[in-house]
């Protein structure tokens, strides 16, 4: 009976304003697909963005009279450094190799000799792939006895970090701006609904009435619209990254978390709007 009653009340209280709700819905629907795009395009970036730095690799050259024994004991130190993840050896042979079918030109048969030096590959642990710590590595290979010179792309790390910390700061603004705007259209609704009803809550107050009892059918409401509204959101966005997978069947999406986000989403701000209009009414 008491379900049968939360159920009806809550529906109930949706029909009443039944424009405002509709209003609601839409509006939020609108706002969290802005969110889920947003979110697609900064989850698949990240992706993109962890792969380009996954690749950037450094390079430290060493002398060239350095013993197989030498090279082999610096190969060591250099792997056990913290943040060193992978070192492979590259032979003066093998950079003209990697050179030539880079450049494709035979510039070392005009030269007469090779130039170009002896050197060990590094990659970085994630962890380690920001441009302080790489420089801090950087400088502890350098000071190694038979290593000449350690690069790497300082620049490309610090354009990565800069542009992530760009996407996250649009991402955080962006969703309390929509977030705001869902939360107050929401407890808008729900205090139409609440003035509509403000006789029957009076009566439910003097013949016993808990204020949980009274406030679960708006409460319930209000998660009704935000899930929805997530749902409407969530089926728009299949729908486009489908239509974009069609013309496009190359790229790839990650979106499993962003559509459970978007109906999580949904709800709670809808828990949330329905709480700010029934503290306001039910005190």
Known sequence: ???????????????????????????????????????VVALNGWQLIQHIKNKIEMEAFIEDTLTPNQIYELKQKISKMEGVMAVAFISKEEAREQFQRQFGEDVFTI???????????????????????????????????????VVYRYELLILIEKYLKIALGIALLLGLIVGVGAILLIANTIQLSIYSKRDAIEIMKLVGATPSFIR?????AGAFQGLVAGGVATGILNLLLF?????????QFFIQQVLLLLIVTGI?????????AIRRYLK
Do not use: D, H
């Open 216 to 220: 679960r059918p708006f409460l319930l």
């Open 268 to 276: 709670m701000l809808g828990i949330i709007g329905s709480r700010l």
């Open 1 to 39: 009976m008491k379900l049968w009653y939360l159920l009806r009340e809550t529906f109930s209280n949706l029909t009443k304003a039944r424009f405002s709700s509709l209003l609601s819905i839409v509006t939020m629907a609108i706002s969290l697909l802005m969110i889920g795009v947003f979110a």
């Open 111 to 149: 030269l007469g000799e090779n130039p170009l030096p002896c050197s060990f590959r590094l990659r970085v642990q994630p962890l380690f792939q920001k441009p302080r710590r790489v420089k801090i590595l950087a400088q502890k290979i350098q000071a190694l006895p038979g290593v000449t010179e």
């Open 243 to 251: 239509v974009i997978r069609y013309f496009v069947p190359e790229i």
